[in-house]
């Protein structure tokens, strides 16, 4: 069941677009008919107004969810689902072509030759320009010139198709013809073509790790793959052609005689270090350029003129053979279309980094998954579930070693036969130690909840040491005074700024974690409970005076409930920085946590998992946003009233 | 015998920054016997809030001496109820819950409470109110919860700080007709605190006009409409000749005052 939903995934979507096309437009109808219905009543500034409508929020998720599939091309997939498979030999045929557009202006804005000539012409300049006068003869010095010379001679000759000979000239001629042949394949259709059964086997686009299928599916894409293929073939071929000309060869065996000279000098002479070194120097960055220029890599324009209009063809043919394939890519595939690197095709822009909304719900799945060797959760943790937690490691967490240190008595030694038998400290250091087994409760589980319990840790452990002081701090000059400083130069500092300090000193672990996170909710915490205690009016204190309540009573009964609306609002903030404290947190370090997914699924690039993530970062935070409106709504119904 | 007498009275207060002193109160001396209805009024400024609050025990006078029965004042005490002009409820509980905040105080047992609050809530008119929120509220209902509140403790003194200041004029009305009972059934000695001439003749068996610089006792008389207005209507009171005519001598005699202090400032 399950992996027919997986592998059909284009046709679900597909259904659901036309379901959030349909709810999309249904609703603007009924939103309208709404409006009209009001027009007659509404005023400017009708309460009702900033109550919204169901409708509107249904036509904004349905365009929210419509601009999704758009943008990741769930589109394209839900209704094309073969073009991604055709478009990957597309690919392949551009990528066979590479090797000869790369010396063409196609793609880029010269001829490989032109930026060779201008580079290699300014390099020599400045070689000349810059000669070592001091540790040549005046001789040297001619010959350097001549070879510098001869070189720029070289490029003329080689620029120059009245001295390219005419062999090398039929080469060129030939792979030109061999190119338009290619495009005449392409133009002559694709009838006869049949995919092999291996290719139809393979997976669907986007169902398993293989993004695109890469054996071509349809009869189209046969073709292209066969062109592909010869295109290929033709390319290296063209790799090896170079520029033969008679002239630049008698040239070039009498420089390098030349260069030879020089280079036996250096060899033989007896020269300081480093004049020597400064010789060796000068003459190797002379003979790198000739050396660069002597192979007949650069071309006249003119002979290249033939393959670049083959090549122009073949494109022309290419864009031709895609047919309608042009029409799903414009309008479906917005970016940069589908690329071929060297084992496998892959999605480029939106549809690289946005995950079709179908394939966020696959990922959540597998994630979410509790069965780890089915290959669920992640990284050897499950997302959210449930195990037996041992009582003992409880006691362990809440029962310090040191007070069982601080117990009189000493611990127990081994005897004279080599038995150790524990005394009843032994005893209790090993239950403190959780080592007594002492029963088992069912615990939450996972990355999310690893999060969330950080989150609550901190955040009780901040509620219990902060709003007593706090509290304090609103009413007693010298809390005030003696906490303030404290709290206000540790405060404005980012929490992220603490982290690497906290996490050195207390682990990476949850120990380090809830104190960086505790640090959060304690600031908080204390500031609002001070301004809901040090708000409460005096008159208040004064009518609890002379009810006969003592100072403890009326901190307990009269400034506590007084500053609840302040603490229940500093609570609701402290979470919301807090869960984004600890998402930072979790990428900085850990194993576990919603956090250390994305931050390995950034390491990775992927952008599935990232996008997951961030939806259940999302989800809980609201969750928490949500449990604390209602608490407060329930807790302080007298906010705002009294 | 528990009598409220004031012994030469008096109360500076620091101008905070500067070495000026401000003599709030000078020389205060009066008696207040037990079961009298008396009103201060006076202008702004003229130290009669000063002189509740150290009444209630709120603020330490500077010179004199106050005591209550055989008891000098020293801090704020149960046998000084208060009532303050918004109320100062405790808007998180709910009207019965306000009005029993002093027996929980004093850890009254449970049926006791809950015999007093019902029986304090009923003279006040808010039966079947104990489990309101006090926010839902009215400003005069609030304000009769604000007496329960105080009533519920057994006072000997109870000490108003404009307790009607706030109130429309026909809720205050109802108010006063409400405090004059009070005061006849209960028989507590009673101090208000008001900026209103008419409130203090009506709330009033003996007056006090208050003058500024410094905060001192102008002239004291002796009334009777707070004993008219147990028989009578209210509004028939202030009709009354002798109450216009008392009305408009202590009216200019406020007045006369402010047109001092704007010239003198």
Partial sequence: MLDWISDNRAVIAAFLILLFGASFFIAIYIGLKQSALRAKDEVFGDPDRTKGGWYWALCGVSALMLVWFYYSWGMARAFFPTAANEFCQVAKVEEALSPITATLPIGSRYYKSTTLVTRNGAQLDDLQAGMPVAVFTASEMNTLNVIMDDTRELIAIFSNPEYQNEVSISEFEMVAAELDGLSERLRSGYDGYVPTAEALEQANWGTSKVEIPLLPETARGMMLDEVATEAAGISKQFLKLRNQSDEADELIAATRVKIDTIKAVNKSGSFAEDVLAERTAYVKAVERIFKRIDDGTILPAESLVGVNLAVVNLYDALDEAKGGLRTVEALFMPGDGIVKSRTQCTEQGPGRWLPKPTDVVGTFWTLGNPNLEAGGGYKGTVLLWWKWLPIASIVDFFIPDSLIDMLPGSYGSHDQDGQFVPNYKDNLLAFAQGEVYLGAIPMFDGHIWDSMFRVIVAMALGILVGVPLGIYMGVSRFFKSFFDPLIELYRPVPPLAWAPLILTIFGIQDDGKIFLLFMVAFAIMVISARTGASGTQLSKIRASHSLGASNGQILRYVILPNALPEILTGIRIAIGVCWGTLVAAEMLAGTTGVGFIENVARTVSDYELIWVTILIMGVLGLLFDLVMRYLISRLIPWRGKG | ?265
């Fill in chain 2, 1 to 265: 015998m528990a009598d409220l007498v004031c012994n030469d009275l008096s109360m500076t207060f620091r101008v905070p920054g500067s070495p000026l002193e401000v003599e709030a109160l000078k020389n205060i001396n009066f008696t207040l016997k037990k079961g009298e209805l008396l009103s201060v009024l006076g202008p702004s400024g003229c130290g009669k809030t000063t002189l509740l609050n150290i009444i209630a025990g709120f603020l330490n006078p500077s010179g004199g001496e106050i005591t209550l029965g055989d008891k000098s004042i020293e801090g704020p005490g149960v046998e000084r109820g208060m009532v303050f002009q918004q109320g100062a409820l405790f808007e998180w509980l709910p009207v019965a819950k306000n009005v029993d905040f002093g027996l929980r105080m004093k850890k009254t047992s449970e049926e006791e409470s809950i015999a007093l609050v019902e029986k304090w809530l009923d003279i006040v008119g808010l039966q079947g109110f104990g489990d309101t929120p006090t926010y839902q509220l009215s400003g005069g209902m609030q304000q009769r919860v604000a007496l329960a509140r105080c009533l519920v403790n057994d006072p000997d003194l109870i000490l108003m700080d404009e307790p009607l200041g706030a109130l429309d004029a026909l809720t205050r009305e109802k108010m006063q007709s409400l405090v004059l009972e009070l005061w006849k059934e209960t028989g507590k000695t009673i101090m208000i605190i008001t900026h209103s001439v008419e409130e203090a003749l009506l709330l009033g068996e003996r007056l006090f006009v208050m003058a500024p610089r410094p905060g001192r006792i102008h002239k004291e008389y002796r009334l009777p409409f707070a004993e008219r207005g147990l028989t009578k209507s209210l509004r028939d009171v202030k009709q009354d000749e002798d109450f216009a005519e008392v009305r408009e001598e202590i009216l200019s005699m406020i007045w006369n005052m402010e047109e001092e202090i704007m010239s003198g400032a």
